[in-house]
């Protein structure tokens, strides 16, 4: 383990039911300490033994990370799944406050593009299935950005952009708010026209104005 001190091994573990591989993880202090990162299934290298043999084989999918420098996070964030970035963020995290290592991890938000150093301050978004039973997330944000795009109405993340200005003949329907996202504006026309309609259908009944089978009220035959 000396040959790859402060080097983070990334390579192909897993194979349990639902999932024939997935990236798994180990870590080699500046000691040459071994260190199970995340290892799953019966290809998961949880123990020195496994690990070097990891490193023994030559594999075009075994990929190793000089963790001391900023190119390694960069090409990490570059070149893995956003779950799997918050999982190395968070395990650094709690290593580097058990060992004072120095190392200076950080993720990438997909928004802003700025460092995220703490963990607790990525959110994932955009979740998928990627095959099997497994999820992945295809957006990684830092707090700020998160809390940005919230939509004042419903409160769910919208994502860069996607909060719009709300027509003011709709913001009786959004709770006064002058901005949401486009599901709860498309929320609240729907409402809106359907008390239109329900106004002027009770004209239509009272007064007769709208005449019930006028081109006006067309929409009350199409629904009935």
Known sequence: MNNHKNNLIQYRGGGYDGCFWEWNYFFVDNKGAFHDVYSSGRAG???IEKAQEVLDTANDHVYKYDVTTEAAWTEINQESA???IQLLIAWFNDYDTMQESGIEEFALCTICDEKIRCASDIVLEDYRGCGG????ADTLICSECYTGWLC???SEFAGEGEIKEVPEHLQSYTQLCEDACKYCIEQAETEYEQTEHQDKLWSALTTGIPDLFSREMSWF???T
């Open 45 to 47: 290298a949880d123990t």
């Open 82 to 84: 956003k779950p799997n």
């Open 133 to 136: 039973i497994a999820m992945t």
């Open 152 to 154: 004042p109405v419903c």
């Open 221 to 223: 035959w199409h629904t």
